[in-house]
């Protein structure tokens, strides 16, 4: 066990978007797929988190594109956890092309949560002492919460059901799919390279999200809001 975890992937047609660069979706399934399992190389943890049926969900991610890989290119998905307490971890996701330069840096907050009940887990600090942590990666760390002015009103209201394909094993919404849903209510061929991603609640098959699109200084946030109005997601785009 040494607390990092790389992943190698060649970037393939059904990663691509329209511009032939790897699409904002798959990019965040090469992030999650390598923190998962970075994850499962932690076997104090993943032993405690199959005890009391527990595990990591994802609370936030910033991500800040230096360029998209193309077809063919092979990249190198590297994560590895910089602060960790009994409540919480944050850890740096990296992807880095076949010369090791950077192509895309990110952060992201993971939360330890009881799947039975939903509430917040407090690990055993003999466990967290076994974790290893690393130097944080350097790049410009944005403030966790993205904040809404009470004088924003939304540009745009759409309704989206949440459909059997959108699901995990966790039984609710995939992380990438707030970002990719969120990425449809752009301009189109609107450039953006910062996306800043904060989850809320989880989206389950058939309930209907209210989007909500805000135009902000050089970019946009779309939040996506359970029927009663409570937020799902915050997606700013940059």
Same mark, same amino acid.
Request: aromatic content about 12%; hydrophobic content about 35%; charged content about 30%.
């Given at each position: 066990m040494n607390g990092k975890f790389e992943l190698d992937k060649i970037v393939a047609?059904?990663?691509?978007?329209?511009?032939?660069?790897?699409?904002?979706?798959?990019?965040?399934?090469?992030?999650?797929?390598?923190?998962?399992?970075?994850?499962?190389?932690?076997? $104090?943890?993943?032993?405690?988190?199959?005890?009391?049926?527990?595990?990591?969900f994802l609370s936030q991610r910033d991500i800040h594109i230096i360029r998209m890989p193309k077809y063919g290119e092979k990249v190198k998905v590297k994560t590895w956890v910089y602060e960790?307490?009994?409540?919480?971890?944050?850890?740096?996701?990296?992807?880095?092309? $076949? $010369?090791?330069?950077?192509?895309? $840096?990110?952060?992201?907050?993971?939360v330890f949560v009881e799947y039975d009940t939903g509430s917040l887990l407090r690990v055993p600090q003999e466990i967290m002492d076994s974790m290893p942590r690393y130097e944080r990666h350097s790049m410009e760390y944005r403030p966790r919460k993205i904040r809404l002015s009470k004088d924003a009103e939304p540009e745009l209201v759409d309704e989206y059901r949440v459909r059997e394909y959108h699901i995990d094993g966790n039984k609710h919404m995939n992380n990438a799919w707030y970002v990719a849903i969120g990425e449809e209510y752009l301009p189109r061929d609107w450039e953006f390279s910062r996306i800043r991603i904060e989850y809320l609640l989880q989206a389950r098959v058939d309930e209907v999200m209210r989007i909500e699109r805000y135009a902000i200084e050089n970019g946009y946030i779309v939040v996506m809001r359970r029927e009663d109005g409570k937020i799902y997601s915050i997606v700013e785009f940059l």
């Amino acid at each position: 066990m040494n607390g990092k975890f790389e992943l190698d992937k060649i970037v393939a047609t059904s990663d691509l978007g329209r511009n032939g660069c790897l699409k904002l979706r798959s990019l965040i399934d090469y992030l999650q797929d390598c923190s998962i399992f970075q994850l499962d190389t932690e076997p $104090e943890l993943d032993a405690y988190f199959k005890q009391v049926n527990g595990g990591m969900f994802l609370s936030q991610r910033d991500i800040h594109i230096i360029r998209m890989p193309k077809y063919g290119e092979k990249v190198k998905v590297k994560t590895w956890v910089y602060e960790v307490n009994p409540s919480y971890g944050y850890r740096n996701n990296n992807v880095y092309d $076949e $010369e090791g330069r950077l192509c895309v $840096e990110s952060s992201a907050l993971g939360v330890f949560v009881e799947y039975d009940t939903g509430s917040l887990l407090r690990v055993p600090q003999e466990i967290m002492d076994s974790m290893p942590r690393y130097e944080r990666h350097s790049m410009e760390y944005r403030p966790r919460k993205i904040r809404l002015s009470k004088d924003a009103e939304p540009e745009l209201v759409d309704e989206y059901r949440v459909r059997e394909y959108h699901i995990d094993g966790n039984k609710h919404m995939n992380n990438a799919w707030y970002v990719a849903i969120g990425e449809e209510y752009l301009p189109r061929d609107w450039e953006f390279s910062r996306i800043r991603i904060e989850y809320l609640l989880q989206a389950r098959v058939d309930e209907v999200m209210r989007i909500e699109r805000y135009a902000i200084e050089n970019g946009y946030i779309v939040v996506m809001r359970r029927e009663d109005g409570k937020i799902y997601s915050i997606v700013e785009f940059l």
